[in-house]
């Protein structure tokens, strides 16, 4: 019954009938001939999970339980891991940063290392999302990294898992500013991001604040809708982001602003990603306020997730591209900043931020 009803679910999807009818022979053949048990919901999971992945992109996956309760807890802010953050590059997975006092800080993880293995297993064929989730996991239990440089020398690690509680705003005013600059890191773009950054604003606001130095440095994005009410505290009244779809749906979201209430300083680097990128697109399109650091990652497309049945299970698909308001999709490109500052890997001072701070004291009447 199984096999006729996947036979006429395939009859119905459009492509190359050749290629279905191989897949139809295929699980035929490997239900006449295999020596041994078979278990149809691992059978239907694997065949989807490849199907993901033949598409090539990194972000298109197949979500199991596991992923799909990882990808709640990445939503929500809070979840047991090792307390790094990774991309790839090419074919290699980055650490792009390390969060002070995490599991990871505290064993010597350098950003800049490559993440070869977990668990002694490679990562040459893991999507993003399994490297993630294969990361992570309870409180307490201890995962082992292989680790490479960029020289080629691999080194393995121990790390017990802690409870990350990634905060996804924090800000302050600037030291020696007289409380006239203040400063807002964003970790990430979770449910509460756009609330949190408007607290933020109103409060240093309260204290004085006359320049805002916004940091998305090695923020690897999130949610796009959070990115966009980020972005309508900072920028002009029109376009933030325009998506389009596979069937050329263009849908744009605005920001209503009427008047920018301080001069701003967003700092970029090459951890800055996906909906980070949003938010610097925009404000260097309608010169809103100046770029500072470096390129970012350069991850231009929206992904949507898609739950399977009844169970906890989905895939995750990418299903449009974002454009920055000047219509620029930066996939694979990457922002350039206004003003190129670099952070020597050893630097005793954050020099990208203290360029920020020159940069609007330089704008500030005192």
Same mark, same amino acid.
């Given at each position: 019954m199984a096999l006729f009803f996947l036979t006429v679910q395939l009859r119905g999807i459009a492509g190359d009938p050749t290629e279905t009818g191989k897949f139809i022979y295929a699980l035929g053949m490997l239900r006449r001939y295999f020596v041994g048990e078979l278990d149809d919901a691992k059978l239907y999971r694997g065949a989807i999970s490849g199907m993901l992945k033949a598409t090539g992109d990194p972000y298109t996956v197949f979500l199991d339980e596991k992923d799909f309760s990882a990808l709640e807890e990445m939503r929500t802010g809070s979840f047991g891991g090792i307390g790094v953050v990774f991309g790839k590059r090419g074919e290699d *997975?980055?650490?792009?940063? /390390?969060?002070?006092?995490?599991?990871?800080?505290?064993?010597?993880?350098?950003?800049?290392?490559?993440?070869?293995?977990?668990?002694?297993?490679s990562t040459r064929d893991m999507h993003m999302d399994e490297v993630s989730y294969s990361i992570r996991g309870d409180v307490g239990t201890v995962v082992e990294i292989t680790l490479g440089d960029k020289n080629g020398k691999e080194r393995k690690v121990k790390i017990t898992r802690g409870l990350i509680k990634a905060p996804s705003v924090l800000g302050k005013a600037l030291e020696g500013t007289d409380n006239k600059i203040g400063y807002v890191r964003i970790g990430q773009f979770n449910d509460n991001t756009g609330r949190d950054f408007r607290e933020e604003l109103y409060k240093l606001n309260k204290q004085g604040m006359q320049g805002l130095v916004l940091d998305l440095r090695y923020n690897p994005g999130g949610l796009l809708e959070q990115a966009v009410l980020v972005a309508r505290e900072i920028v002009p009244e029109g376009p933030v982001v325009s998506t389009i779809t596979k069937d050329g749906t263009k849908k744009t979201l605005s920001s209503d602003r009427k008047q920018l209430r301080w001069p701003l300083v967003v700092l970029i680097n090459e951890g800055s990603a996906s909906a980070s990128?949003? /938010?610097?697109?925009? /404000?260097?399109?309608?010169?809103?306020?100046?770029?500072?650091?470096?390129?970012?990652?350069?991850?231009?497309?929206?992904?949507?997730?898609?739950?399977?049945?009844?169970?906890?299970?989905?895939?995750? /698909?990418?299903?449009?591209? *974002?454009?920055?308001?000047?219509?620029?999709? =930066?996939?694979?490109?990457?922002?350039?900043?206004? =003003?190129?500052?670099?952070?020597?890997?050893?630097?005793?001072?954050?020099?990208?931020?203290?360029?920020?701070?020159?940069h609007l004291l330089g704008k500030i009447r005192f």
């Open positions: *997975y980055i650490i792009l940063s /390390v969060l002070e006092d995490n599991p990871s800080a505290k064993v010597g993880v350098r950003a800049g290392e490559k993440i070869l293995e977990v668990d002694g297993k990128e949003i /938010v610097a697109g925009a /404000v260097k399109d309608t010169k809103s306020g100046t770029l500072i650091g470096t390129k970012t990652f350069g991850k231009g497309s929206v992904q949507a997730v898609y739950p399977l049945g009844d169970e906890n299970t989905g895939m995750k /698909v990418t299903i449009a591209k *974002y454009y920055t308001p000047k219509g620029i999709c =930066i996939n694979d490109i990457g922002i350039e900043p206004d =003003i190129k500052v670099e952070l020597p890997e050893n630097a005793k001072t954050d020099v990208q931020l203290e360029a920020a701070k020159k």
